[in-house]
């Protein structure tokens, strides 16, 4: 199911953040949304991902939604690679491929992560894996990830710069603090 527009607006807070090694940049992640009503959790009924999971002994769990500009529904992706071969400028990678931890660990991981992980669609480290975007900052809204996602679990929306920096603390209403130069 896609991703609804309003996931990180009103009161919704990140529930973890993913930080880029070059010690700038980093992207949140945001609420699953697997199991509201009208979203289906597309993960959780797929055959290769449900037996990569049982391979690793691992739980599966609701993970959210990385990203904010843009953003893919971990709960939705099933590591289809699509996103990740389709971007001109290489944003994605396989996240396991850059730290091999659980997808809950991911999101809970604090320590900066290198932004070493593959951005080839076949190198992903098995089914559990997915697209994540490493370089959100780098994105130039062309929107090929978008339009090629078999689950729809990619939405780009550069307006939500906004909710980014609002869940920073950095958003600031354009010409707030600044002097009008008009006035006497």
């Known amino acids: 199911m896609p991703i609804k ?3 990180c607006k009103g009161d919704k807070k990140p529930i973890g953040k993913i930080n880029y090694s070059d010690g700038e940049n980093f992207h949140w992640v945001w609420p699953s949304q697997a199991g509201e009503a009208g979203n289906d959790w597309d993960a959780s009924t797929d055959d290769k991902v449900l037996a ?9 769990e609701k993970l959210g939604i990385t990203g904010t500009m843009v ?17 001109p400028v290489q944003i994605f990678q396989w996240y396991r ?29 098995d089914f559990t894996d997915k697209a994540d ?7 130039i809204w062309c929107m090929a990830c978008v339009s090629v996602c078999p689950p729809l679990a990619v939405l780009v929306d550069q307006g939500n710069q906004e909710f980014h920096e609002k869940a920073a603390g950095t ?10 130069p008009h006035s006497h």
């Open 5 to 7: 527009e309003d996931f």
């Open 52 to 60: 990569d999971y049982k391979k690793h002994g691992e739980k599966m």
């Open 71 to 87: 953003a893919n529904d971990w709960d939705v992706c099933v590591a289809d690679g699509a996103c990740i071969e389709a971007c």
């Open 97 to 125: 491929t850059d730290k091999d931890i659980s997808g809950i660990d991911a999101v809970k991981d604090k320590t900066p992560w290198p932004g070493a992980g593959t951005t080839e669609k076949e190198e992903r480290l």
């Open 133 to 139: 975007a490493i370089r959100e900052h780098d994105c």
């Open 171 to 180: 958003f600031q209403e354009l010409g707030s603090g600044q002097a009008n």
